[in-house]
T-cell receptor
Framework: GAVVSQHPSWVICKSGTSVKIECRSL??????MFWYRQFPKQSLMLMAT?????????EQGVEKDKFLINHASLTLSTLTVTSAHPEDSSFYIC???????????FGPGTRLTVT | SQQGEEDPQALSIQEGENATMNCSYK?????LQWYRQNSGRGLVHLIL?????REKHSGRLRVTLDTSKKSSSLLITASRAADTASYFC??????????FGRGTSLIVHP
């Protein structure tokens, strides 16, 4: 089946620094990638939708200047958490949709801890 | 909102028993998907059921969809300790962007 990877799988950073998370579709081209955030024992909340070559669409309440998304190719999207704060600590999951667009394939997630 | 709401929030059973989880949603959907998430891991896709389908099977999994009641159920038969995980339903409308419920935490005791 389709495989989506994320890197890193976990990261600890100091408050005020920026962290970049990569999401790659390994064996298919992903026209659309999605970024989710999940707090402990909570559901996945969609942060933004990114389409290759265009600006990401952010969900209401998500700061686009804080969560920078770049979808430079059909196999790579990046999420950069700028000036991270402890409240940004969360589990970030990406997913990618193939050309058919119906089914999404999820990455393994990235655990971000901001100290 | 099309957000699915799973019920129960937590379920604890013995190995070999069946586990049933329910999902209710509010508006019309194109399809509904069930996912599994082990603690601290990403999501694994289990089953997709389209709005014109009523039941689907995959191994020990059985999913039903009742669009008139806006509800779906996931049945895991003959559960195993390895089935311990959180299970989420995700509904999709015209945008094909899934909206997730809060999930059901399933614990299967060996």
């Amino acid at each position: 089946g389709a495989v989506v990877s994320q890197h890193p799988s976990w990261v600890i950073c100091k408050s005020g620094t920026s962290v970049k998370i990569e999401c790659r579709s390994l064996d298919f081209q992903a026209t659309t990638m999605f970024w989710y955030r999940q707090f402990p024992k909570q559901s996945l909340m969609l942060m933004a939708t990114s389409n290759e070559g265009s600006k990401a669409t952010y969900e209401q309440g998500v700061e686009k200047d804080k969560f920078l998304i770049n979808h430079a190719s059909l196999t790579l999207s990046t999420l950069t958490v700028t000036s991270a704060h402890p409240e940004d600590s969360s589990f970030y999951i990406c997913s990618a949709a193939g050309l058919a667009g119906v089914e999404q394939y999820f990455g393994p997630g990235t655990r971000l801890t901001v100290t | 909102s099309q957000q699915g709401e799973e019920d129960p929030q937590a379920l604890s059973i013995q190995e070999g028993e069946n586990a049933t989880m329910n999902c209710s949603y509010k508006t019309s959907i194109n399809n509904l998907q069930w996912y599994r998430q082990n603690s601290g891991r990403g999501l694994v896709h289990l089953i997709l059921i389209r709005s014109n389908e009523r039941e689907k099977h995959s191994g020990r999994l059985r999913v039903t969809l009742d669009t008139s009641k806006k509800s779906s159920s996931l049945l895991i038969t003959a559960s195993r300790a390895a089935d311990t995980a959180s299970y989420f339903c995700a509904t999709e409308g015209g945008s094909y962007i899934p909206t997730f419920g809060r999930g059901t935490s399933l614990i299967v005791h060996p």
